[in-house]
């Protein structure tokens, strides 16, 4: 069965205190990770697409990477504003749209 | 970017009515169009796929006569939660596959809540 699962599932952090939030997947085969970024009440804005092992992203203060078997989300320097919920998805290979989602990591940043 | 909007942002109803929302493609054309329902902290839960000029495909568990879905148009979809009782409540998103540059994505609607009393 295919699987997303998301650590932790809550991580309070300083402001300015880096850490990464970690996406496990186990599926027949992948075409592509998403992460997504959800503030309460609003749906999720997206963030980045990884499709091969070794890939890195950078938007502004996030860098996500894909392995294999994981995906990690960086964050570095982190602001309150950061504070979010943090979605990972994958896409299977097959021609399927439809993406199958963790349950998130719910961060909060304190000033 | 692409922009998905959603109709109404939040709707209040009474046990038994109906209520319909839309989700429409801003500056795109959508021929799939996805429905999700969350729950308070927990993650998308893929209620149905809506495909343009056909029926929607539901998932396993999802009642196709309480959620109703037409896709009419390239950018519209609707959903239509029939009789609605209070374990409707929830915030229900819609989203539309799409490319961000060249990376594919899934654009999401800013969601509707949905009480019901």
Redesign the interface.
């Known amino acids: 069965e295919d699987q997303v699962t998301q650590s932790p599932e809550a991580l309070r952090l300083q402001e300015g205190e880096s850490s990464s939030l970690n996406c496990s997947y186990t599926v027949s085969g992948l ?2 990770l ?1 992460w ?1 970024r959800q503030d309460p ?6 963030l ?2 990884l499709y091969s092992a070794g890939e890195e992203k950078e938007k502004e203060r996030l860098k996500a990477t894909l392995t294999k078997k994981e995906s990690f989300l960086h964050i570095t320097a982190p602001k309150p504003e950061d504070s979010a919920t943090y ?1 990972c ?1 994958v ?1 299977l290979s097959g021609g399927s ?3 199958t ?4 990591t ?1 961060l909060i940043v304190h000033p | ?1 692409a922009v ?1 909007s ?1 109709h109404p942002s939040w709707v209040i109803c009474k046990s038994g009515t109906s209520v319909k929302i839309e989700c429409r493609s801003l500056d795109f054309q959508a021929t ?1 169009m ?1 429905w999700y329902r969350q729950f308070p ?4 839960m ?1 209620m149905a ?1 809506s495909n343009e000029g056909s029926k929607a495909t539901y998932e396993q568990g999802v009642e196709k006569d309480k959620f109703l879905i037409n896709h009419a148009s390239l950018t519209l979809s609707t959903l239509t939660v029939t009789s609605a009782h209070p374990e409707d409540s929830s ?1 229900y ?1 819609c ?1 539309a ?1 799409g490319l ?1 540059g060249v ?9 509707t ?1 949905l009480l019901v009393l």
């Open positions: 075409r592509g998403f997504y009440g609003k749906g999720p804005e997206f980045f697409t979605l998805a896409l749209y439809i993406p989602f963790g349950r998130g719910s | 970017g998905v959603q799939t996805f902290k927990q993650s998308l893929l796929t915030f998103i989203s596959p961000a990376q594919e994505t899934q654009y999401f609607g800013p969601g809540r």
